[in-house]
């Protein structure tokens, strides 16, 4: 288990291109078993994805990976278990149950693990891929899923627009018999780069004004190619960073449209953005100023992804920020760690109240989960004296070489094994 020692107090400054999207290429990855031969460029090197890739690979397929890019080849593909260290491995691997029951019409796979980030029930999972025609039968840990007869398109309602659920109706919609809708799906950037991926393998896909997903079973998907979009979350994580210690970065490969939910509460916190083309420019403010309200809402509004690095952002401001999470009941495991640094934060339930303190302090502190991970560090790096940030495998599940893009913008961070 390696760890990040991180010496506070240097401003960052410089450019960074942002990787691909770890929640864009997670599902398309699981949407590669629906197509004999698919190619993927710009596949971030992440822990999640190499879980994926052994999740494909134990199902039969072939997975190689030449740089940015990786092709799937799914012909070999000879099981339709997915045992349960693999399921365990990333809590999304749940994303792989729609792809492998339209593809084998039956799937055995282990429960997924639970989860850092509180209960994450799968039960629109599972009342959606019902409607389509699943039948599913739990049995000590595992699921059973089998198909009578073929999968038959659905009118599905979901009751919260899950992420995971709606691009587990996609993929074993796909292929199904007949017309599938989805009323109040997510809208998540990532569930229409998965849909832009299907339609050019030759699903008939069509997103609706007010959101609503369209989907035409067809016979087959056919070999296809696909860039993934920029990791929006990963280009917020890096703003804060900059942010916090005064910074200014131009970010490339990005795409601002996925963050303007974001760009007012950075420029709230008196932050200065410029966005032209596939750039984002931030100029840091001398110290932060309180947010007056960050509220997590599904896509289009402020993400739950950024919400760990945006109350490290608070923590050192000049006033009281309150943050309010909607979409995980327990995401502020990382507010304990933080206030080892000298924040001070006061838990309510789903608000967090934090008064704005002029430093923090380097502390020995432990990553709780991926974005909380990611949050400590950008503490670390304004704060004052050094910080130790255990267990970094957190982070490495979803931000390619955190620490070396880190240390190109001027930070004192590095890498060493425990
Ligand atoms: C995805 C993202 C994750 C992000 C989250 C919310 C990936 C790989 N992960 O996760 O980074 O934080 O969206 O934007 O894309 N829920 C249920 N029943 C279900 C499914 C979900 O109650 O069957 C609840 C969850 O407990 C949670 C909320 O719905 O409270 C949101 O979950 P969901 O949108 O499904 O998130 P994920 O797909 O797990």
């Not at 401003?11 to 190619?39: F, M, Q, R, Y």
């Not at 039969?60 to 693999?86: A, D, F, K, W, Y």
């Not at 691997?93 to 997924?112: D, E, Q, T, Y």
């Not at 699943?134 to 659905?154: F, P, Q």
Request: net charge neutral.
């Amino acid at each position: 288990m390696s760890k990040f020692i991180i010496d506070g107090g240097r401003k960052l400054t410089g450019e960074l291109t942002i990787h691909g999207a770890k929640n864009s290429v997670l599902p398309i990855l699981a949407a590669t078993l629906l197509i004999d031969h698919s190619t993927i460029h710009n596949c971030p090197s992440l822990t999640d994805v190499d879980a994926s890739f052994n999740i494909l690979t134990n199902l039969g397929c072939q997975v190689v990976r030449e740089g940015n890019s990786v092709t799937v080849q799914t012909q070999g593909m000879n099981g339709c278990t997915i045992p349960e260290h693999l399921m365990r491995e990333m809590r999304s691997s749940i994303v792989f149950l729609g792809a492998v029951v339209a593809r084998c019409g039956k799937a055995v796979i282990s429960m997924p693990g639970g989860c850092e980030l509180g209960p994450r029930p799968i039960d629109l999972h599972l009342s959606s891929l019902e409607k389509l025609g699943v039948t599913i039968k739990e049995d000590h840990g595992y699921l059973n899923c089998t198909v009578e007869d073929k999968l038959r398109g659905a009118t599905i309602s979901l009751p919260f627009p899950s992420v995971g659920a709606t691009e587990n109706i996609m993929l074993a919609a796909c292929t199904a018999e007949g017309e599938t809708i989805i009323h109040n799906p997510a809208r998540e950037p990532e569930i229409v780069d998965l849909a832009n991926f299907l339609q050019r393998a030759g699903a008939r896909i069509h997103i609706g004004e007010n959101g609503t997903i369209y989907i035409q079973g067809v016979k087959k998907l056919y070999p296809t190619e696909h860039t993934v979009i920029p990791d929006r979350i990963a280009a917020a994580t890096y703003l804060c960073c900059t942010a916090i210690t005064g910074g200014e970065v131009l970010l490339k490969n990005v795409m601002p449209q996925h963050l303007t939910a974001v760009f007012p509460v950075l420029e709230e916190a008196g932050c200065r953005l410029r966005c032209a083309g596939g750039t984002i420019h931030l100029e840091g403010p001398q110290r932060p100023r309180p947010l007056r309200m960050v509220r997590t809402m599904p896509y289009p509004g402020f993400p739950t992804d950024a919400q760990s690095p945006m109350m490290a952002l608070s923590c050192i401001a000049s006033g009281t920020s309150v943050l309010v999470e909607n979409i995980f009941e327990n995401r502020y495991k990382h507010a304990y760690e933080l206030t080892r640094m000298g924040a001070r934060i006061h838990l309510e339930g789903r608000v967090a109240v934090v008064e704005g303190v002029p430093k923090l302090h380097g502390a020995r502190v432990v990553c709780t989960d991926l974005r909380g991970g990611a949050a400590l560090c950008c503490a670390a790096l304004a704060a004052e004296g050094q910080s130790e940030v255990t267990k970094i495998n957190h982070i490495e599940r979803g931000y390619q070489d955190f620490d070396k893009n880190l240390r190109s913008l001027g930070a004192i961070i590095k890498k060493v094994s425990e």
